[in-house]
Every structure is written in structure tokens, then in C-alpha cells.
């Protein structure tokens, strides 16, 4: 374990499902209101934070089993999970400032050489940290879109913490500073599309972003850089790539895993803005994440594979840790597991494991069957509740001997930081109402040709 932090005290009415008995939780969640469940598992997920944080640098463990590294997206979700916990309550104020100026701070002051050990170049950071140091480990990439992802987390902190206090100022002045000094143009390489990473030891991989994925983040924010724009043909080369299907009946912008159709909607209030690509399909991305949890039902109803647990209830395919190896699936056939892998709908792959923190991640887009769905799993599989958090993956056809579903051990803090966001955006959308008003994100996605809805009417406020 990481964490340094007290365990923050659970509300009466949650402790006993979410102390992990498993006897009691069934029946305890089985009659608690919607709003009592998802306080619970909203506080829940914001636990992992403090629990699995380095106090002196504020860089937090990609998992919670022991010798885990740091994830740099992981750090965005921690900033901006301090803020909604400072808003609900759940810490003081001054806390949440000081857990967020340290993460800043080290990365304001880190090693940007570039070199193997350091902790990034250009303004971006190594997609895996030493948790102690802050050197790169595993020879992970300069990895684009998680150095988006935690810069979106320290803007999200900036638009919250406005008071004009020291810490206050200093917060949102570190956050200015490190977004201004990526270099998102060096990024690009000369090609069409961002590159999807950069290693000291072989330059750029050999792959930009495309397709239709959680990108669309850091492409805002690289179109709204006041440093280092990229140019508006970027984006629309991005989008060329999109692939538009027609998949169960519905028209539908592909991308297989859930966990692309939740990311950059943390951040981003997509209702009713469209950009080119959207406007010519009179759609726009929260419908088409919406479409996508109804395409994720109707697969598991029909469950191509026959896996155990598919159905109208079951289901949520995505990034998530499944059992590795061979074994029989429930037609006999020889069946294997894939480890930690992203899996999708409905072309997979797919390998009988579903991610409960992914369908509890598309709130926002069906409450109507995203709520059955998730009581569901947890009256199936109350294993996949422990420490207050949801496990990120749970395979039902790979049983033990006494028939209970494999349950990936521990918990990954990219599952809690998307789960508390969309929790956080379906019960009040503060998240999305500071976001709306942060000038760096509305001028990318205005560069990205996005119009109407929220970003009409603040135009059109500003024009008054």
C-alpha cells in the first residue's frame, strides 16, 4: 500500500456493504435509495487517492498492490477527485490545496531531459514513475493523451481552488505553467495526427492517433494551447480516420471498449456540441457513448460466445485486468484469458471478462440501464466490492470449484477516478459546469470546429 493518508470515515448508512461482508451487502444495497449507493461508491473510489499516495511528491500508484508505479493519468484523476471531495465535504479545503501543490510542484520541478530515467521532455511526462523518485520505469512511452489526462485533472483543480489565498494562487499558477510548456506541435512529428508516444531510446512510435478513441481530450487541449497550438488540420485529419458503422441497428461512431466512450466525457460536457464530423451525422458524442451502452446490452443478450453471465444485465466490456491462461469455456470449447487487456463490443476481443467499474462509468449516458445493470452485478458478484471500491475485472466463466467468479485483485486507479467523475457529472455535473468555463478547453474545441449548446450560449454571453 502506498497511502499515508487516514481512511476517511464511510456515511452510517453505506458501511456495511461497503465494509466488504459479503453476506450483508447484498441485502444492505438491495434496499438503499440510487443516491445512497452512489454516494457510497463515489467515496469509495475517492479513498483510493489518499490511500495510495506518495505524500512528498503527490504521485499515486497505478494500483494498489504493493510496488505498483506511478500513473501519470492516474495523478490527473487524483487532482481533480481533491476537489470534488473538497466540494462534498469529504476533506477540508486547505487539505485538498496542499495533496494537489505537491503533485504540481514535483512536476513543475522534474526532470525534463528526456533521458531514460527522467521524468519527461517537452512538456510531457513517461507514462509509468517511480513512485519515490519520479523517474520513468518499465521503459514506458512519453505517452501523449495521460500527460492530457493529468493536465486535464490540474485545469480541472484550477477552475475549483479560485480563491485568492497563497496556496490558492500558487495551485492555479502551476497548472497554468505546466500546461503552457508542452509542446504539442513537437508532438505532432510532421504528421497528420499526434503521435501516440516517444521513446529516448528509438524516437516516435510508429503510430499516431487514430480512429475514434478518449483522445478527443488532447486534442483540445492541444488546439487551445496559448504556447504551442496545433493547427485546426490536424484535428480533421484525426477525424478522417473515425469509423462511422451501423451495428445492431444503430448508426454508430466505433470504438469497441467503454472506457473511449467515458475518458474525455469526465472532462467535457458533450451534449448538443457538435463538431463537423457530428454535424454531418446529426449526432454528437454524448449520444454516441450513449449509443454505445445500448450496443454493449444487446451484445451480451446476445452473447456470441456463450460466457457465463452475459444478459441484458451483464455486461460492460473494456480496459480491465481478466484471468490470463487456457481454460473450458461453457460450451467445453478450449477457452483463453487474456490478462489485463481492452476489450470491446463487438468485435472484441473478449474473453467472458466484464469491468463493473465501466458500466457504473456510463451513468451519465443510461441511467435507465446502467443502474439495473450495476445492481445486478453486485447482487451476482458481491466479491467485486472490497474496500469500498469495485475490482476492475470479474470473469463469471472462470469460476473456482465453489463456482465464485474470478475477481482481479485489488483495485486501479484509472476504475476510481472515472468512476467518481461520471458519478460526480450524472448527480450535479459540477465537473462539467467549472470545465465549460475553463477559456483554454472552449477555445479548443471552438478550433476543433465544436458549436452550439453550452458553447453557443456562452458565446453568445460574451457578445453581450
Known sequence: ?????????????????????????????????????????????????????????????????????????????????????????????????????????????????????????????????????????????????????????????????????????????????????????????QAATIRMGWKPESGF???????????????????????????????????????????????????????????????????????????????????NSRRAVYMQREYARRNPHEFAGYDENGWGLSACEGPAGMAAGASGAAWQGFGYAARGVPYGPDDGTLSVPAVLASLPFAPEVVLPALRNLLARYPEVLSEHRLSTGINPTWADIHGRAWVSPGHYGLDQGIVLMMIENHRDGSIWRRMRACPYLRRGLERAGFDGGWLRRAADEEDR
Not at 9 to 20: E, N, Q, R
Not at 155 to 172: G, I, N
Not at 236 to 251: M, V
Open 205 to 287: 512510435l510508429h503510430y499516431g492517433w487514430e480512429g475514434y478513441t478518449e483522445a478527443v481530450v488532447m486534442y483540445a487541449l492541444a488546439l487551445g494551447s496559448p504556447t504551442h497550438p496545433i493547427r485546426q488540420d490536424c484535428y480533421q485529419a484525426w477525424t478522417s480516420t473515425y469509423q462511422w458503422e451501423n451495428l445492431y441497428g444503430r448508426d454508430f461512431l466505433y470504438a469497441g471498449p467503454l472506457f473511449e466512450h467515458q475518458f474525455s466525457h469526465a472532462w467535457i460536457d458533450f451534449r448538443s456540441i457538435r463538431d463537423h464530423f457530428m454535424r454531418e451525422k446529426h449526432s454528437d458524442y454524448f449520444e
Open 1 to 189: 500500500m502506498q497511502g499515508v493518508a487516514n481512511q476517511p470515515t464511510m456515511p452510517v448508512d453505506g458501511s456495511a456493504a461497503c465494509s466488504g461482508d459479503r453476506g450483508s451487502a447484498v441485502n444492505a444495497i438491495a434496499g438503499w435509495s440510487d443516491e445512497t449507493l452512489l454516494e457510497c461508491l463515489a467515496r469509495g473510489a475517492f479513498e483510493y487517492f489518499p490511500l495510495n499516495t506518495n505524500p512528498g511528491n503527490g504521485l499515486v500508484a497505478d494500483t494498489s498492490r504493493e510496488s505498483s508505479p506511478c500513473s501519470i493519468a492516474v495523478v490527473g484523476f487524483a487532482l481533480a477527485a481533491w476537489s470534488v471531495a473538497a466540494e462534498r465535504g469529504w476533506v477540508e479545503r486547505p487539505d485538498a490545496v496542499q495533496r494537489i501543490l505537491a503533485a504540481l510542484r514535483f512536476f513543475r520541478d522534474s526532470d525534463q531531459s528526456g533521458g531514460t530515467l527522467a521524468t519527461g521532455f517537452k512538456g510531457f511526462y513517461y507514462h509509468f514513475l517511480d513512485m519515490q523518485t519520479g523517474a520513468r520505469v518499465w521503459r514506458s512511452e512519453l505517452s501523449m493523451v495521460d500527460t492530457a489526462l493529468l493536465i486535464a485533472g490540474a485545469l480541472t483543480a484550477r477552475m475549483y481552488f479560485d480563491a485568492p489565498s497563497p496556496d490558492e494562487t500558487e495551485l492555479r499558477e502551476l497548472a497554468e505553467t505546466l500546461y503552457r510548456r508542452i509542446d504539442w506541435c513537437w508532438a505532432q512529428d
